[in-house]
């Protein structure tokens, strides 16, 4: 740890470039992904411009709860299942998966492909769970 020390107070340039191009890249990542938006915030961009909420979780989690009137593609099938989507390529898409991690891989992949208005909900289902906001159940 001392030698550590030592290094950072000798290369403290080198160290706080590390930093910088660390936080470029993240902050370069989330924009190539698209904007985030809340539950709240999701809801209403379904609500008012007849968007879709896009759940990539698995089978198995989809049926424990899910979002009403919810497009269902796990995100391993995406690719092949795009074309449903296509339908919705002018209109709000609020991709949702477990915890708002895998929705910014798929999100990356629908903007490649030319959907313009591809949102992720924040939090995915663990922040619409803890919110208490309504979901429908197959057993």
């Known amino acids: 740890m001392a030698l550590f020390l030592q290094f950072l107070a000798q290369e403290w340039i080198l160290a706080l470039a590390l930093v910088v191009v660390a936080i470029m890249l993240v902050l370069h990542e989330a924009r190539k992904s ?8 999701a809801i209403n961009l379904i609500n008012s411009e007849q968007g879709v909420f896009v759940d990539l979780r698995d089978n198995a989690e989809y049926r424990q709860g899910h979002i009403v009137d919810t497009l269902h593609i796990p995100s391993s099938k995406l690719v092949e299942k795009m074309a449903e989507l296509g339908k919705y390529k002018d209109r709000p898409i609020v991709l949702v998966c477990k915890m708002g991690q895998q929705s910014s891989a ?7 492909a030319g959907f313009t208005r591809v949102y992720r909900m ?18």
């Open 34 to 41: 698209g904007p985030s938006v809340s539950p709240q915030q």
């Open 106 to 112: 798929a999100s990356k992949q629908l903007r490649a």
């Open 122 to 139: 924040t939090g995915g289902m663990m922040e619409w769970s803890n919110l208490q906001l309504p979901v429908i159940s197959k057993s």
